[in-house]
């Protein structure tokens, strides 16, 4: 049996710590490691735990999961982490993924689909909720952001089938997804990603997808 997604909750409300622990505690493959409070305690829960993903609220008292998931992922290995919180404007959700966030949900979110967005962002595949993506998806459409000159630069690093990789990206294909669609094998698939990601100088496949939509991720 393949080793437990480790997760580290971020929640400075005890009962929002506690109900995700009772629910992530019912899934086999998922073992909570620790819960804290507040941003401030995230990078030596991390230290202790090595957790693989991080659910991470964003209003905190002293350090805000914004800080801290820049914090994280400025990291050399850093964990995944999965935004879960009742704020969601465009500033936010933006702040959130060029930070480096893999997920970002809302607290009305059912548990089945808290656990699948953990599951995904531990294999590398972002998840963003449905009210998110169609607040992204106008965002990007209303050509709210004037750094697009610098998105389409950074994109004319790519060869022609890193940006075939980076457009399905875009569009929230999975890597087995893209292979079939590109008839690659899934590790092709994975390389090209790693190359992307190191020519675009970003950390995971969200930015990518806001890069390609035309929003720079810095």
């Known amino acids: 049996m393949d080793s437990p997604i480790r997760v580290l909750i971020v929640d400075d409300d005890a009962l929002v710590r506690t109900g995700l622990s009772m629910i992530l505690a019912d899934a086999p493959d998922i073992e909570v490691v620790e819960g804290v409070a507040d941003g401030a305690e995230v990078v030596p829960a991390v230290n202790r735990h090595r957790p693989d993903v ?10 805000d999961g914004l800080a801290a998931t820049e914090r994280l992922r400025s990291r050399t290995d850093p964990p995944e982490i999965v935004i879960l919180t009742t704020f969601d404007t465009d500033d936010h959700i933006l702040g959130a993924l060029r930070a480096g966030a893999g997920g970002f949900l809302l607290k009305h979110t059912e548990p089945a689909e808290i656990l699948r967005a953990i599951r995904a962002v531990a294999a590398g595949e972002p998840m963003l909720s449905p009210e998110v993506l169609r607040r992204m998806m106008r965002y990007v459409a209303a050509g709210a952001d004037p750094r697009r000159d610098r998105a389409r630069a950074l994109l004319g690093r790519l060869t ?9 990206v875009g569009v929230g294909r999975t ?15 994975k ?28």
């Open 54 to 63: 991080v659910l991470m609220d964003i209003r905190m008292p002293r350090l």
């Open 175 to 189: 890597n087995g997804e893209i292979a079939r669609e590109l008839s690659l094998s899934v590790a092709t698939v």
């Open 191 to 218: 390389a090209h990603v790693s190359r992307i990601l190191a020519k675009l100088e970003l950390n995971n496949r969200v930015q990518v997808a806001l890069l390609v939509r035309g929003v720079d991720p810095d």
């Open 160 to 168: 022609a089938a890193e940006r075939a990789v980076a457009d399905l």
